[in-house]
Structure formats: C-alpha cells, structure tokens
Nanobody, 124 residues
Framework: QLQLVESGGGLVQPGGSLRLSCATS????????IGWFRQAPGKEREGVSC????????YYADSVKGRFTISRDNANNTVYLQMNSLKPEDTARYYC?????????????????WGKGTLITVSS
C-alpha cells in the first residue's frame, strides 16, 4: 500500500513559480508510475503530467507544456512538479497519484493510490 502526501501549494501571482512535492511511503517508489492531476472549482479532475517508473518517459497536458516539469527521485521516494509561468487558470487542487505499473497512460481511472491534494491559487 503506497501512501502519498503532497506539499508546496499556496498563493502565487501570475507569472510566478511553485514546486510541488509528492512524498511517498509504504512501498518502493521504483515500481510505480506517478501522475499529477488537478481539479479546479466546478470542473472535472484532469491529468496534468505523468512520469514512468524509471523516469524515462514523461507526459504533459497541452495546457502546461513548456511551463511544467515533472521529475522523480526514487532514492528519496519523492516526485516533483516544477511549475513556472503560472496562470490564473492553473488555480486548482493538485493531486499526486500512483499507478502500479512501469508506464502509465496518465488517466485518472488507471491510478491505484491517491494523495489528498494541495491547493494552488494563482491570483494577483
């Protein structure tokens, strides 16, 4: 059973940056593909970015390409999401999720474990 805890959210001005962390425990992170998802008020949850278990394959939603970077440190059981050039439309609760697989299609229904999320508000 893998536990995931997100951190790093908060209030940031448009154009600013944040780095989210997803700390994992309970199992070896090496075996899991990881994804970041977000849910804005009144909207469905959507996939933002995903990374394979070894870190060699990444996926980004079109809305964040060129601005967000996903990475992982398996030795420290942590996955990161670096978010630059933030926009008001990035405001959402961001969730870290794990799929018990080497690779992932980065789909919500494919994930096996979820964190509780961290809130990001982009506003001036």
């Amino acid at each position: 059973q893998l536990q995931l805890v997100e951190s790093g959210g908060g209030l940031v001005q448009p154009g600013g940056s944040l780095r989210l962390s997803c700390a994992t425990s309970g199992s070896t992170l090496d075996y899991y593909a990881i994804g970041w998802f977000r849910q804005a008020p009144g909207k469905e949850r959507e996939g933002v970015s995903c990374i394979s278990a070894s870190g060699d394959i990444t996926y980004y939603a079109d809305s964040v390409k060129g601005r967000f970077t996903i990475s992982r440190d398996n030795a420290n059981n942590t996955v990161y999401l670096q978010m630059n050039s933030l926009k008001p439309e990035d405001t959402a609760r961001y969730y870290c999720a794990a799929e018990d697989a080497v690779r992932t299609r980065c789909l919500e229904d494919g994930m096996d474990f979820w964190g509780k999320g961290t809130l990001i508000t982009v506003s001036s």
